[in-house]
Nanobody, 124 residues
Framework: QVQLVESGGGLVQPGGSLRLSCAVS????????MAWYRQAPGKQRELVAT??????????NYADSVKGRFTISRDNAKNTMYLQMNSLKPEDAAVYYC???????????????WGQGTQVTVSS
C-alpha cells in the first residue's frame, strides 16, 4: 500500500515562510513525477509546482502565481518532496496536496497517489 503524507502546514503572517513536506511510503519500485496542488474554499484544485523523476533531475515547473516565491525539491533517498514557500500572501491560503506518480506492485504498474492535504493559512 502506497501512502503520501504531507506535513508542515500552519498559520503564518503575510510575508512569512513555510516548508511543506510530502513523504512517500510503501512497497515502491520508483517515484516518478511529483507535484503540489492547492485548493482554496470555493475554488478548483490548482497545480502549484511539479518536479520530474530522478531520471530527469532538476526539471521543475511553477504556476505563474508562485514563481519566484516557491521552490519545489525532492530528496530521492528519503522519498520525500518539499515545497519551500516564501513571501506568502493571503491568496496562498489553501489546503495543499501532494501528488505522485508511483511505480509499485506486482505486476509493476504506474499509478497516481494523493496525500490527505495540509492546511496553510496566511493571515495577520
Amino acid at each position: 500500500q502506497v501512502q503520501l503524507v504531507e506535513s508542515g502546514g500552519g498559520l503564518v503572517q503575510p510575508g512569512g515562510s513555510l516548508r511543506l513536506s510530502c513523504a512517500v511510503s510503501g512497497s515502491i519500485f520508483r517515484t516518478l513525477t511529483m507535484a503540489w496542488y492547492r485548493q482554496a474554499p470555493g475554488k478548483q484544485r490548482e497545480l502549484v509546482a511539479t518536479i520530474t523523476s530522478p531520471g530527469n533531475p532538476g526539471s521543475t515547473n511553477y504556476a505563474d502565481s508562485v514563481k519566484g516565491r516557491f521552490t519545489i525539491s525532492r530528496d530521492n533517498a528519503k522519498n520525500t518532496m518539499y515545497l519551500q514557500m516564501n513571501s506568502l500572501k493571503p491568496e496562498d491560503a489553501a489546503v495543499y496536496y501532494c501528488n505522485a506518480n508511483v511505480m509499485a506492485g506486482a505486476p509493476l504498474r504506474t499509478s497516481i497517489y494523493w496525500g490527505q492535504g495540509t492546511q496553510v493559512t496566511v493571515s495577520s
